[in-house]
């Protein structure tokens, strides 16, 4: 048994610093969570994402694997996330007609919203005296993953403590969104799908598209217009918190 484990781990040794086994990992995690998120019923509280999260730890965990080498060999991954948000272009586009309708509100919403999401967390972090890195890395909490790493390198935060944040903030955004959207009687899935791509970035947004395609197709509005707003004025919200 323990040649056997010798084995297997000089193996992990030769594949750890290669994206194949990086690859691996990741989509057996993706699976296993979507599959345990299924047998549990779906609940909003428990996500696939947090679920393969978790499971993503235990492996490299149980491997022995540094999270450096996971990350060098997951990189291509991360450069997807570009694209992917690019192709949520495609139900914006079927529902450009609802999104006309609601352009004031929209316009309106937007700023004070996405200018409260940064400042907030950078006002608590503040608070408790984090260091200027850890400022920069809570900042983009609610913009979704591929804006937000180029934000927080900007500002010379840590990736791997803004993507935590990331998870945190898009699993109680939506918990939030649901929870009082049911207690305001709010039924119309536009705004609750604006919301929820809004505040919850990537997870509020898969959220939206359980609930409808145009609840879908706003959270995909709000997602994207919070990056692109955040990643104009955050620079200048952190100057004042970070002289």
């Known amino acids: 048994m323990s040649d056997l484990w010798l084995r297997f781990r000089a193996l992990v040794d030769e594949l750890s610093g290669l ?75 079927q529902q450009m007609h609802h999104i006309r309708a609601l352009w004031r509100p929209i ?58 944040g990331l998870l945190v903030t898009g699993v109680l955004a939506t918990l939030c969104v649901d929870g009082l959207g049911r207690w305001l009687g709010i039924v119309d899935d536009r705004i609750l799908g604006f919301a929820l791509g809004l505040n919850g970035h990537a997870i509020g947004t898969a959220r939206a598209f359980a609930i409808s395609p145009a609840a879908g197709a706003f959270a995909s509005l709000g997602m994207g217009l919070t990056g692109l707003f955040t990643a104009l004025m955050l620079p200048l919200a952190f100057s004042v918190f970070v002289p």
């Open 19 to 93: 994206p194949m086994l990086a690859v691996a990992l990741t989509l057996a995690a993706f699976f296993v969570g979507e599959r345990g998120f299924r047998l549990l019923r779906q609940p909003i509280w428990c996500p696939p994402v947090l679920l393969s999260a978790f499971l993503l730890s235990a492996f490299l965990l149980v491997l022995g694997l540094e999270f450096g080498q996971y990350r060098e060999g997951a990189q291509w991954l991360t450069w997807l996330l570009g694209p992917a948000t690019v192709a949520l272009g495609v139900p914006l586009y």
């Open 107 to 164: 316009l309106v919403t937007l700023p004070v919203a996405a200018t409260l999401a940064a400042v907030y967390a950078l006002a608590f972090a503040a608070l408790f005296g984090a260091s200027p890195e850890v400022l920069a890395s809570v900042a983009p909490k609610s913009v979704t993953a591929p804006i937000a790493i180029g934000i927080t390198e900007q500002l010379g935060g840590s990736v791997s403590l803004m993507m935590g």
